[in-house]
């Protein structure tokens, strides 16, 4: 059976995207950034309300409504990827500890100079690289 999750990505109504560097002794992906929050819904939850108490619980933003963006399925979970737009204070990011050790705001620019490094150090589902139109020319 399928895990349903729910991931957000963050964007600062100037533009900019939050980016969460993953703890060291995360199993997956340790010490890389990520451009969402995520995690499983809870029984009794919708993934629009999973993907808002996620950002909440991961970064400390809060807001209200989420757009989803794309879905995506592999052979034990269905992603739900949401953009949730936001005016806070760029420096009031608060950080799940066990979760994330920094974060930092980049422009789109700057996402993408990050994504087409080898390695990247940027962990992003191939929904948000196809929203913000970073697919990488071969």
């Known amino acids: 059976s399928y895990r349903l999750v729910a991931g957000v990505l963050c964007m600062h109504k100037d533009g900019s995207i939050l980016l969460v560097k993953r703890h060291p002794e995360k199993p997956t992906h340790p010490n890389l950034y ?13 993934a ?4 808002i108490r996620e950002l909440q619980e991961e970064t400390g933003i809060c807001c209200d409504t989420v757009t989803l963006l794309y879905e995506e399925s592999d052979e034990c979970r269905l992603y739900r990827g949401f953009l949730a737009q936001v005016d806070c204070d760029k420096a009031s990011v608060r950080l799940q500890a066990e979760e994330a050790v920094d974060y930092r705001w980049v422009s ?9 490094q080898k390695p990247s150090p940027v962990i992003l589902h191939r929904g948000i690289i196809r ?8």
């Open 108 to 116: 789109r620019q700057e996402l993408e100079k990050l994504n087409q």
């Open 48 to 51: 629009e309300a999973a993907a």
């Open 131 to 138: 929203y913000l139109g970073l697919e990488r020319n071969s």
């Open 34 to 46: 990520e451009a969402s929050a995520s995690g499983s819904v809870l029984a009794g939850e919708t």
